[in-house]
């Protein structure tokens, strides 16, 4: 969840909060260092993850990870989960879930000596995604694919819900060949004075061959950065409906095939409180954005000291996921796809020949060199039909890895 990476830009609000009811009391304040936590352990038997990093500057370059701390989980029936630092992140050494009725308390000791703990938690009620729907809709002035997802609590007791996507796609690149061009380098050859030869200097020239990688069919993969939170605490029944995502008909991701993986967290209303604030603080759902500086509480708290500053939560939630694909051809049959990634796929064409304008040969070669064309075919003499890389090549903005995952 990268918004917690970006919360850490800065000490958001001063937030004092003895119940999830009662009325926040927003104060400024100058920056100062605090401990960032993200944790949420899940019924998933997986290795749990656990982020923890100090707050940092919209000058600095990113997250300031917390190394070198000892991070652990403990329940009510005396059970120890141990983690382990791996990279940017804390997993836990050995694969568990989150049962139903068990109350767990997140505890960090840092490399400083400093020992934080939160608030115990028990899981959530355990409510699937019946299932993702793509349907073509219109919002607003744009035509495109709305993304819902739809599930149901018949105990009427999961009321709120946070969620997370990640999507993915397929590119073809529209002016692909299945040739390239590279500059190929031939030695000196040194003067036979024998055969009354005087040699010849080094010299460079283009060669055209098959290509050695896919770069035609690529894939992409982003995972949602909002907050995207859903309560049907209003509603006679605990029923979802939930737009996640709406893609115009002209976005280059959907042109093909497109897939999307939910994931839907059932909250407690203290964590969905938590997060819905966090979420207010935004002009735009992003914490990229913050309306005004100053700091903000979690259920994370310093042993030592209570009034010392932490950011984050800890939560354990219950969680369903579900993934579908669609193709563009049909859900809009007949309709010219989207403009692609890159709007200028102007092929041009360059001759390969020594001498003054119009010989395009420097600019030609210096194209090849730099990979920032690409070629598309030849014709006699010595012309070349080049293109934009990104429409000849889509490996120069995405992968040519297909993901375990994907179904055509």
């Given at each position: 969840m990268k918004y917690f990476n970006k919360i850490s830009l800065f000490l958001l609000l001063s937030i004092t909060l003895t119940s999830c009811t009662e009325q926040y009391v927003f104060q400024n304040t100058d920056f100062e260092s605090a401990l960032v936590v993200e944790g949420t352990i899940t019924n998933e038997v997986k290795n749990q993850i656990i982020r923890v990093s100090q707050v940092y500057q919209l000058d600095e370059t990113g997250p300031k990870y917390e190394k070198g701390a000892n991070v652990f989980i403990t329940d009510d029936q005396g059970n120890e989960y141990q983690f382990e630092e791996k990279d940017t992140v804390y997993a836990s050494l050995t694969q568990f879930r989150a049962e139903p009725g068990r109350k767990y308390k997140l505890n960090i000791k840092t490399q400083a000596g400093k020992n934080y703990t939160s608030?115990?938690?028990?899981?959530?009620?355990?409510?699937?995604?019946?299932?993702?729907?793509?349907?073509?809709?219109?919002?607003?002035?744009?035509?495109?694919?709305?993304?819902?997802?739809?599930?149901?609590?018949?105990?009427?007791?999961?009321?709120?819900?946070?969620?997370?996507?990640?999507?993915?796609?397929?590119?073809?690149?529209?002016?692909?060949?299945?040739?390239?061009?590279?500059?190929?380098?031939?030695?000196?050859?040194?003067?036979?004075?024998?055969?009354?030869?005087?040699?010849?200097?080094?010299?460079?020239?283009?060669?055209?061959?098959?290509?050695?990688?896919?770069?035609?069919?690529?894939?992409?993969?982003?995972?949602?950065?909002?907050?995207?939170?859903?309560?049907?605490?209003?509603?006679?029944?605990?029923?979802?409906?939930?737009?996640?995502?709406?893609?115009?008909?002209?976005?280059?991701?959907?042109?093909?095939?497109?897939?999307?993986?939910?994931?839907?967290?059932?909250?407690?209303?203290?964590?969905?409180?938590?997060?819905?604030?966090?979420?207010?603080?935004?002009?735009?759902?992003?914490?990229?954005?913050p309306k005004q500086p100053g700091f903000f509480y979690g259920n994370i708290k310093s042993v030592e000291n209570p009034n010392e500053k932490v950011i984050g939560y800890f939560e354990v939630s219950a969680v369903s996921s579900e993934r579908i694909f669609f193709n563009y051809a049909d859900l809009f049959p007949n309709k010219p796809l989207p403009p692609y990634y890159e709007s200028d796929c102007e092929i041009k064409d360059y001759l390969d020949c020594p001498g003054d304008f119009p010989c395009k040969q420097a600019i030609l070669r210096s194209l090849i060199r730099t990979k920032s064309s690409t070629f598309v075919s030849f014709s006699e003499p010595w012309t070349y039909f080049m293109v934009k890389a990104a429409c000849g090549d889509c490996t120069t903005f995405s992968s040519n890895i297909i993901p375990p995952f994907w179904i055509d």
């Open positions: 608030d115990e938690q028990t899981l959530t009620t355990e409510t699937k995604i019946d299932n993702i729907t793509a349907t073509v809709e219109r919002v607003g002035s744009e035509t495109g694919v709305q993304i819902n997802v739809n599930s149901f609590d018949p105990t009427n007791s999961s009321k709120y819900y946070r969620y997370e996507y990640a999507e993915t796609y397929k590119i073809v690149a529209p002016v692909w060949s299945p040739l390239e061009t590279t500059i190929q380098i031939s030695p000196a050859i040194p003067p036979d004075l024998e055969n009354d030869f005087p040699g010849a200097p080094a010299s460079e020239y283009i060669l055209i061959s098959q290509r050695k990688k896919e770069t035609e069919t690529c894939f992409s993969t982003k995972k949602s950065e909002d907050i995207l939170l859903n309560s049907t605490n209003d509603q006679s029944d605990d029923r979802v409906h939930f737009p996640i995502r709406f893609i115009s008909d002209q976005n280059y991701i959907i042109s093909h095939r497109y897939s999307i993986f939910v994931k839907q967290y059932v909250q407690n209303l203290a964590a969905y409180t938590y997060y819905k604030t966090l979420k207010d603080l935004s002009t735009s759902g992003s914490v990229l954005s």
